[in-house]
């Protein structure tokens, strides 16, 4: 297979100089020698878009600027040699429910996928050494809740039959391109106590937690689960956010056997089992565009690549509209791309240790994969008050830590590990972005301080190399964190469903016809979800007079 | 007095009464009644300090209300009932911390001009952003005078609409990110923000975008539009409207509970006992936190409960009404300014802080973002001569972490603070020139008016959660009510609070449909 690749490869890069010919004299040479489909980026939702198509029997090259394909799901060595630290995404929590795993519709375990399921699936120790400790049981979990208050065990549980009502409702609304189905709205109307959600969902995920719970242990712990995917909890219209922790207890936190980057590695291994070509260090320059149709790609290197059929993108919206001429997108889709707002950071620290966090727990310690400390419920309203004014806030920060080699030792070297510890902070500071150079190592130290008054045995022994992100860098990283967006940008209420990217242009379909846009930037927004990936297959297979369902069904 | 009625009315705001006038005007016999002992509700003006001077309860801009087909098209006729509108200019001024300020004229170039003394960009920026705004303004204002469901919903209207995609994203986002995206200057941006705030949602809450443009449009059109005589003039006009039209309205009658026989509502008990039948229908402008006590729990939809249980306050007011010898002077270039509405906003920071103290139920009075009204600059007929009457509302929650009864040892100082902070921008109010005060905690709002639940004075946040078919809950936004023949109105409806008359109009429209006839086909008749 891989011989195979090559001979592509070397097929498509020979063709290059005269695809910029042709491109100049404007002209269509004989297709023989071109690919249907031409990806231009290889995040994990473009891998998946692609893997459909292959599958569907298209001829796929897949373009990625990288060494490596993944974008935000990609492992790497990012401290030492032999420790394997996931670069941005760690937990798939979301993507469990999308039928690509749930119906295992393209068998990736045949490609060297596994998933690894913790358990406990996170640990939130409080400032007055208390704590509370998800666990893959419902019962034991809301023993935790009950340690605080037996009415707010009863609420978890509550939650979690609540949720059954629409869990189904927002998988398929998650897994359904925009226009394909009935709007959640709509069905809601039509379901016992619909209307009680579509009450929620509007609210904010600080009044639905802060009503269904009443001690504030329990409310800080409902909070942190609310904010794993940066949207400030007391915005409005998060409400669904508030049953984060309720949502989980039914997927859990699984992990890719070997790191995140995994499923990416997977995907490029099916992809090209399926005929198609994955080519790295291609960075993406410009659009070909042909009588208003995008044709193809060019690359910083000069080569250029066709699509008979069309291309996919996953660059970011605010990097699209630079690589056609303004006019082609008209004056609506740009406004969309204009008023595109950043989401709240992330700041990064990567460590390699000698030891994993270590927690205080009754009768004993406890070292999850996964925990996070939140000061109070209401250091959480800080976030979005924070971010507008540009603020760095290192009172108490908020902080998601991550210890993969806990579960998964085959990411480091025997008896080490790979810690990540991540805190949220503004990309735009009142001193400009810029200034995150200058402050991103006391930022990061301030942060480790802060861990060590939970997790006292990370002394500076332990640690044998660190890896600071500011979320400057994470931009630098991968362009398409713009501003430091590791979701590609606020899943607020002006960016979500119909209106992500931008109201008119949420079917995948871009205003230049032969090209669809997937990635973080469409519905259903960022997060591991592939809902994107597989939503822009759906779009396209439909398009092309085929339908995705025909080509899970079909061999192969 | 008949003592027979087709529709019972259980308080008297102006949108109650806007609903029952259009009802008397189509010949159903009305009974309005009053708990307090003047109709208005937050449309009210009386002598809350001193003999002959005419306070405003609560509001006193009618802007919203210009745009409605009430008004518009006269639908009403409440000129010969007494009702007229002044137009001052200047229109809103805001002075700033550093001595600059912003007035807002009348004349849109005059304005434009106070931007321009900040930024030429930031001038352009407003002169686009209410010209943009008017031109959607018919299509917005359909959508808010039509009851919901009984049109298009606005974002499928706005899918149709040339500009509607762009209007959709901007609904959705919040006024504080236009903001910040079309103005650099600080001064500029902070006279927005206050602006945007005068419906009291925070600006930087998600989906507020409308208001980066609404209200600042809506009063750079009609000006800080004011009955003569007082807010209240609105609601007196409407009470002799409905007793011309054969309708009756009795004060001092506070509404105890429904009464429901066969799973129908037929009429009101009063507290003191006495009952009221009505043949049709029953229309409460009480508050919906109230309204589930005055019936068995089971005749209400688990549901609806529901909604009426996760309902928030929101925002909530702290006023303080004077009776002065002068009116607020603020320097300005060549001498001073004293404009009937005026404000502070130290910078638009300080507006993205309101909500956060909420939460953490502070009082916060460093720098607190002030309007100040004062009626009798456009109106001297409110106050005794070369008098004024002065009213400074500023944002605090009504929930105290000491608990919310905390306010009455509070409140004066509350107060205090505001004064000293105004004077700092308007020195000529000191004690010498103030005759007399009454201060309103939000808890006073509250017990001042039932409806202020919490001390709201627009019924509730008007956010996502409690807007459009979410008002007052999901299913029952049409103004029917669980029980067979209650309707809702105020409020606590679509579309929501402010002197809009919208949920009056709306209440009206589907009565009278479910009645067999039409608010139209009674427009239309002569009465």
Not at chain 2, 301 to 306: G, N
Request: hydrophobic letters at 35%; a neutral charge.
């Amino acid at each position: 297979m891989t011989k195979f690749t090559r001979r592509r490869f070397v097929k498509g890069a020979a063709i290059a100089p005269l695809a910029v010919k042709h491109m100049a004299l404007q002209q269509v040479t004989g297709a023989s020698d071109r690919f249907d489909i031409v990806v231009a980026g290889a995040g994990h939702n473009s891998l998946i878009t692609a893997a459909y198509l292959a599958k569907a029997g298209y001829r796929c090259l897949v373009l990625e600027g990288r060494p490596k394909i993944g974008g935000g799901v990609k492992t790497a060595e990012l401290t030492l040699k032999g420790f394997h630290d996931d670069c941005c995404s760690t937990a798939h929590v979301f993507i469990q429910d999308n039928p690509l795993i749930k119906n295992d519709e393209l068998k990736l375990g045949h490609y060297g996928l596994e998933y690894i399921d913790p358990d406990p699936m996170f640990h939130v120790p409080f400032p007055d050494g208390s704590y509370i400790t998800q666990w893959r049981d419902v019962d034991r979990t809301c023993a935790e809740f009950a340690k605080f208050s037996k009415k707010d065990a009863a609420a978890y549980r509550k939650m979690l039959a609540d949720l059954d009502v629409i869990r189904p409702l927002i998988a398929a609304g998650t897994f359904t391109p925009i226009g394909f189905g009935k709007p959640l709205n709509d069905q809601l109307a039509a379901v016992p106590h619909g209307k009680q959600w579509q009450r929620r969902l509007a609210m904010s995920a600080w009044d639905v937690i802060h009503d269904t719970f009443e001690d504030d242990h329990c409310r800080t712990f409902m909070l942190y689960m609310s904010h794993l995917a940066a949207e400030p909890p007391d915005a409005p219209v998060t409400g669904r956010l508030a049953y984060g922790a309720p949502r989980q207890q039914h997927s859990g936190r699984p992990l890719p056997k070997g790191g995140s980057g995994s499923l990416s590695e997977a995907l490029g291994r099916f992809i090209e089992a399926h005929g198609g070509t994955i080519l790295v260090n291609k960075w993406v320059k410009s659009l070909i565009v042909e009588n208003g149709k995008c044709t193809g790609v060019e690359c910083s290197d000069g080569s250029a690549y066709r699509a008979s059929k069309a291309v996919v993108s996953t660059i970011h919206i605010k990097h699209l509209v630079d690589m056609a001429p303004k006019e082609m997108w008209g004056e609506d889709f740009l406004y969309g791309v204009e008023t595109w707002q950043a989401e709240n950071a992330m700041f990064v620290t990567h460590y390699a240790t000698s030891e994993p966090p270590i927690y205080k727990v009754d009768g004993g310690t406890l070292s999850p994969v996964e925990s996070g400390v939140l000061a109070s419920p209401y250091r959480a309203l800080r976030f979005g008050f924070d971010d507008t004014r540009g603020v760095v806030n290192l009172d108490e920060p908020p902080l998601q830590v991550i210890c993969c080699s806990v579960a998964d030792p085959t990411r480091a070297p025997a008896g080490k590990h790979t810690l990540k510890v991540l805190g949220w902070q503004p990309y735009m500071l009142k001193e400009g972005p810029e200034h995150w150079d200058k402050i991103k190592n006391d930022v990061s130290d301030a942060n480790l301080k802060y861990l060590r008054r939970f997790a006292p045995n990370l002394t500076d022994d332990k640690i044998l190399a660190r890896f600071v992100e500011s979320p400057l860098d994470l931009e630098r990283m991968n362009p398409h964190f713009w501003h430091g967006s590791a979701h590609a940008g606020a899943q607020s209420a002006a960016q979500t469903g119909p209106l992500r990217p931008m109201a008119g242009w949420a079917q995948h379909r871009m205003p230049i016809a032969g090209l669809y846009q997937t990635g973080a930037t469409t519905h259903p927004g960022g997060s591991v979800t592939g809902g994107p990936g597989r939503n822009a297959a759906t779009v396209m297979l439909k398009d092309f007079g085929s339908s995705i369902e025909e080509v899970v069904k079909g061999k192969g | 007095m008949p003592d027979q009625f087709d529709i019972v009315v259980a308080g008297a705001g102006h949108n109650s009464l806007i609903a029952a006038a259009y009802l008397a005007k189509a010949g159903y016999r009305c009974l309005v009644l009053e708990s307090r002992a003047i109709v208005g509700g937050g449309v009210k003006t009386t002598q809350l300090t001193l003999r002959g001077f005419q306070h405003d309860v609560c509001s006193s801009a009618h802007v919203l209300i210009q745009d409605s087909p009430i008004f518009r098209d006269d639908e009403l006729g409440l000129g010969q009932y007494g009702l007229e509108y002044i137009f001052p200019d200047p229109v809103v001024h805001l002075p700033f911390p550093d001595g600059s300020y912003i007035t807002q004229w009348r004349d849109m170039e005059r304005t434009c001009e106070e931007f321009g003394k900040f930024s030429k960009k930031d001038a352009a920026a407003y002169r686009r952003m209410m010209t943009e705004y008017e031109e959607m303004k018919p299509l917005f204002a359909l959508t808010s005078y039509t009851p919901v469901g009984f049109g298009k919903p606005l974002n499928e209207r706005l899918a149709e609409h040339p500009k509607g995609k762009i209007w959709q994203r901007r609904l959705a986002m919040s006024a504080w990110e236009i903001i910040r995206d079309n103005f650099e200057d600080e001064h500029c941006r902070a006279f927005m923000v206050w602006m945007a705030y005068q419906t009291v949602e925070p600006p930087e809450a998600a989906a507020t975008g409308r208001l980066a443009y609404s209200i600042c449009a809506g009063r750079q059109r009609w000006s800080w539009t004011t009955p003569k005589g007082g807010s209240g003039t609105l609601t007196q006009g409407l009470a002799r409207l409905i007793e011309a039209h054969g309708g009756t309205v009795l004060t001092n009658k506070t509404i105890a509970r429904l009464i429901v026989e066969n799973g129908k509502c037929t009429g009101v008990e009063c507290s003191d006992g006495s009952t009221y039948r009505a043949e049709k229908a029953v229309l409460s402008t009480i508050h919906i936190k109230h309204l589930v006590d005055m019936a068995p729990k089971e005749a209400f939809d688990e549901d609806f409960l529901s909604g009426v249980e996760s309902w928030k306050a929101g925002i909530t007011l702290f006023a303080t009404h004077y009776a002065t010898t002068e009116p607020p002077k603020f320097p300005v270039k060549g001498g001073t300014i004293s404009s009937v509405a005026s404000g502070t906003m130290a910078t638009p920071e300080r507006g993205l802080r309101v909500s956060y103290d909420f939460a953490l139920q502070n009082v916060n009075v460093e720098d607190p973002p002030l309007l100040i009204v004062c009626s009798t600059v456009a109106d001297p007929s409110r106050a005794p001569a070369g008098m004024h009457t002065i009213k400074i509302v500023g944002n605090q929650p009504y929930e105290l972490k000491e608990g919310t009864e905390h306010w009455d040892k509070i409140k004066n100082e509350v107060s205090d603070a505001n004064l000293k902070y105004l004077r700092k921008f308007a020195p000529n109010l000191t004690d010498d020139k103030i005759l007399a005060r009454i201060v309103e905690s939000p808890l006073d709002l509250e017990r001042m008016n039932a409806h202020n639940w919490h001390g709201t004075c627009h019924g509730g946040a008007q956010n996502a959660a409690q807007s459009g078919g979410l008002r007052p809950v999901p299913g029952w936004a049409q103004h029917r009510m669980p029980i067979v023949g209650l309707y809702q109105t105020g409020a606590t409806t679509y579309p929501g609070g402010s002197v809009s008359g919208g949920p009056g109009r709306n209440a009206a429209a589907v009565m009278l449909k479910d009645f067999g006839s039409s608010l139209e086909a009674v427009v239309k008749s002569k009465a």
